[in-house]
C-alpha cells in the first residue's frame, strides 16, 4: 500500500497521560498536514509542514500539542496532559509540490479519553 | 473569516434519484475548491476539485460540481446514485498560500435501494 499510512488507528488513554501518533506520507509528497475531525464536524486544521518546517499552526493546537517532522518524511503529533476534549480523528493527509494537487488523506487514528 | 458552509447535514434519496448537495464558501479572492467523500470505515477520498478553468468539474463515480462565482457556491450534482455512493461528503476550500484547507460541516447521503 502506498498510500497514507498513521498509527495507532485507535489508542485509549486516561485523562492526564502522553500520547504520539505517527504518520508516514506517501513517499514523493513534501507537503503534510494534520487535521482533528469530532463526531459531526469536517476536519479541522491543526497544522502544516513543508518538508521538514513546521509552517502553520492552527490556534486550536494549544501548547500540549506538538508536532514534529525531524528528516521531512514521517510526522508525530504528540499531546501532552490529554483531557476528554481531545478525544477526536486525528487525520494526517500528504501532497506533492505541485499547486493543482489535492491532499491524500490517511486513515486516521481515534483517540478516546477516559 | 474563511467558511465553508454545507446546509444538508443528512439526505435520504431513493437509488436512481438525482443528487445536489450544497456548497457555499465565503473567501476573498481566489478559491480552489474540493469535494470529499468518505464511505463507510474507509478514508477520505477525492471526488472532484477546482482550480481554474471550466467551472464545471467532472469527478469520478459520474460525480460533477459547478462553480458559480457570483453564489459563491461549488454544489455537487449526480444525475442517478447507486446505493453503493451512501457515504458522507464534504466540501472544501482553500485560498492564497496552501496551507490551510477549510471542510464544512459534511453531508450524510443514504441511498434507499
Known amino acids: 500500500d502506498t498510500g497514507v499510512s498513521q498509527d495507532p488507528r485507535h489508542k485509549i488513554t486516561k485523562r492526564g497521560q502522553n500520547v504520539t501518533f505517527r504518520c508516514d506520507p506517501i513517499?514523493?509528497?513534501?507537503?503534510l498536514y494534520w487535521y482533528r475531525q469530532t463526531l459531526g464536524q469536517g476536519p479541522e486544521f491543526l497544522t502544516y509542514?513543508?518538508?521538514?518546517?513546521?509552517?502553520?499552526k492552527s490556534r486550536l493546537l494549544s501548547d500540549r500539542f506538538s508536532a514534529e517532522r525531524p528528516k521531512g518524511s514521517f510526522s508525530t503529533l504528540e499531546i501532552q496532559r490529554t483531557e476528554q476534549g481531545d478525544s477526536a480523528m486525528y487525520l494526517c493527509?500528504?501532497?506533492?509540490?505541485?499547486?493543482?494537487?489535492?491532499?491524500?488523506f490517511g486513515p486516521g487514528t481515534r483517540l478516546t479519553v477516559l | 473569516a474563511q467558511s465553508v458552509s454545507q446546509h444538508n447535514h443528512h439526505v435520504i434519496l431513493s437509488e436512481a434519484a438525482s443528487l445536489e448537495l450544497g456548497c457555499n464558501y465565503s473567501y476573498g479572492g481566489t478559491v480552489n475548491l474540493f469535494w470529499y467523500v468518505q464511505y463507510p470505515g474507509q478514508h477520505l477520498q477525492l471526488l472532484l476539485k477546482y482550480f481554474s478553468g471550466d467551472p464545471l468539474v467532472k469527478g469520478i463515480k459520474g460525480f460533477e460540481a459547478e462553480f458559480i462565482k457570483s453564489k459563491f457556491s461549488f454544489n455537487l450534482r449526480k444525475p442517478s446514485v447507486q446505493w453503493s455512493d451512501t457515504a458522507e461528503y464534504f466540501c472544501a476550500a482553500y485560498s492564497g498560500g496552501y496551507q490551510k484547507v477549510t471542510f464544512g460541516t459534511g453531508t450524510k447521503l443514504q441511498v434507499i435501494p
Open positions: 493527509a500528504s501532497r506533492s509540490a505541485r499547486e493543482d494537487n489535492e491532499q491524500f
Open positions: 513517499s514523493e509528497h513534501n507537503r
Open positions: 509542514f513543508q518538508n521538514e518546517a513546521q509552517l502553520e
